[in-house]
Structures are given as structure tokens and as C-alpha cells.
T-cell receptor, first 114, second 112 residues
């Protein structure tokens, strides 16, 4: 089945130790998104890629970066995780950004920072 | 800026009762509205997508309505089951924008 896959599902890191989260998709969608969701809060968009074009949200901390080496994969890098970065990280895709497009989400990666 | 509100934050009903979940948004210039389900510790599953030109969408026991002019959407779940227990989030996509603005969700518990 075509889908959005995130690895790992659970990630534990130490304060200040860089961590990378992975997302892959078999939908062949042009757009990939990264959202951060803290406990009992709404998901918040960090950035997205339209093909190779990177779009950062204005309030996304510099500590967060992303890479998209090809259509199928997108990575979220957290350079120096702080305790406040503990959250669920959700990857999503859409075919494009036209008004009829739906976003499809992966299962998420729960990040714990010790 | 689009603000999305979901009230109540939590809801508990006995099995078999119909569920009514509310979503309101401040900017009526939207492309579409999506309803998602989120189980504890899991990702988001898309339930229904309503385009701005539509007034409702149905899938099985689920029916979602959209009143763009008043900035409201309602998700109805008929004959609730314990398996419907989850958090339901609505998300709005503003016109000429790419991102979704989410509500914080309504956590539903269906008691057997």
C-alpha cells in the first residue's frame, strides 16, 4: 500500500546530542511537510519542501533543519535538542499545493530528550 | 492568521449515542477543511476532506458539514462504538496557502 513511513517510531536522545528523524513516502507526492505536536496541542508546521524548494516557517527555531535528497525521503535534523523539543514529529505529504489536495500523515516519531 | 477552535476539549458518551464534534475558524477564505483521527501516541488518519465549495461529506457512519460563511464545521459520528474513542482534530487550509491550521482536538471516550 502507498503510504508515509517514519523511522524510528520512538527516539530517545540526550540534551544537546544531535538527532535525525526520517520520513519516506511511496505516494510519489511533490510536497513533504514536517509538523511538531506537543502533548495535547495542535500540530504546528515547521517547514515543507515543494520538490527541492525548501520553505521554512517564520517561527521555526534555527535548531531545526531539514534535507530532502530525493522525492521519496525527507529528514528532520535537530542540531542541539533541548528539553522543550520533546514532542511527536509528524511527516505529511501532498501531491501538490492546489486547493483540492489532501495531506497524508505518517505514524509519527515520538522524541524524548533526557 | 487563521485560528481554529474545537469545543469541547473532551467528551464522554455511552455506546450507541451519536457524536457531534464542533470546529470553528476565524478566516472564512479557505480551500478546504479536513477532519483527522489520532489514537494515543499515533499519527493522524484523514477521515474526511470538504472542499470550500461543498457543504458536506459522508463516509460510512461519518458525516461532516461545512458552513464557510459562519466559520464552522461539524463532524457527526452515528451510533458510536468503543473503537471510536480517539482524539479528533480539524484542520483548515486557507486560500492561497499551503499549510494546515489545526485545532487542538476533541478527545472522545465511548463507554461500553
Amino acid at each position: 500500500d502507498a503510504m508515509v513511513i517514519q523511522n524510528p517510531r520512538y527516539q530517545v536522545t540526550q540534551f544537546g546530542k544531535p538527532v535525525t528523524l526520517s520520513c519516506s513516502q511511496t505516494l510519489n507526492h511533490n510536497v513533504m511537510y514536517w509538523y511538531q505536536q506537543k502533548s495535547s496541542q495542535a500540530p504546528k508546521l515547521l517547514f515543507h519542501y515543494y520538490d527541492k524548494d525548501f520553505n521554512n516557517e517564520a517561527d521555526t527555531p534555527d535548531n531545526f533543519q531539514s534535507r530532502r535528497p530525493n522525492t521519496s525521503f525527507c529528514f528532520l535534523d535537530i542540531r542541539s535538542p533541548g528539553l522543550g523539543d520533546a514532542a511527536m514529529y509528524l511527516c505529511a505529504t501532498s501531491r501538490d499545493v492546489s486547493e483540492y489536495n489532501e495531506q497524508f500523515f505518517g505514524p509519527g516519531t515520538r522524541l524524548t530528550v533526557l | 492568521k487563521q485560528e481554529v477552535t474545537q469545543i469541547p476539549a473532551a467528551l464522554s458518551v455511552p455506546e450507541g449515542e451519536n457524536l457531534v464534534l464542533n470546529c470553528s475558524f476565524t478566516d472564512s477564505a479557505i480551500y478546504n477543511l479536513q477532519w483527522f483521527r489520532q489514537d494515543p501516541g499515533k499519527g493522524l488518519t484523514s477521515l474526511l476532506l470538504i472542499q470550500s465549495s461543498q457543504r458536506e461529506q459522508t463516509s460510512g457512519r461519518l458525516n461532516a458539514s461545512l458552513d464557510k460563511s459562519s466559520g464552522r464545521s461539524t463532524l457527526y459520528i452515528a451510533a458510536s462504538q468503543p473503537g471510536d474513542s480517539a482524539t479528533y482534530l480539524c484542520a483548515v487550509r486557507r486560500a492561497n496557502d499551503y499549510k494546515l491550521s489545526f485545532g487542538a482536538g476533541t478527545t472522545v471516550t465511548v463507554r461500553a
